[in-house]
């Protein structure tokens, strides 16, 4: 079992930054690729990154290529989503999975964290 708990969410303008955090308990963290996925109104639960069991591969939706960045703090038990140049339609709740590889389907993760909300205004 990991739990997972998701901080570092709230309400910014657009052109803003924030920095999310998933911290993570239970069984070794460093055992587990993590995620990143995001949930607008209405619409479907949707990738956004993915980094490795130990930090050195990292895959991101090409919607939020180069304007986001995951890593992670395995001494820490902490994975981070740096988020630059916001923009409204960046607005969603933001969960933090874990599972045994780098997949961009969130079906295919185990363990989930109850999410941060991030609001971004024009």
């Known amino acids: 079992q990991v739990q997972l708990v998701e901080s570092g969410g709230g309400l910014v303008q657009a052109g803003g930054s924030l920095r999310l955090s998933c911290a993570a308990s239970?069984?070794?963290?460093?055992?587990?690729?993590m995620g990143w996925f995001r949930q607008a109104p209405g619409k479907e639960r949707e990738f956004v990154a993915t980094?490795?069991?130990?930090?050195?591969?990292?895959y991101y939706a090409a919607s939020v290529k180069g304007r986001f960045t995951i890593s992670r703090d395995n001494a820490k038990n902490t994975v981070y989503l740096e988020i630059d140049s916001l923009k409204p339609e960046d607005t969603a709740v933001y969960y933090c999975?874990?599972?045994?590889?780098?997949?961009?389907?969130?079906?295919?993760?185990?363990?989930w964290g109850q999410g941060t909300q991030v609001t971004v205004s024009s």
């Open positions: 239970g069984r070794t963290f460093s055992m587990y690729a």
């Open positions: 999975a874990a599972g045994d590889r780098t997949y961009d389907y969130p079906n295919l993760y185990s363990y």
């Open positions: 980094i490795s069991r130990n930090g050195g591969d990292t």
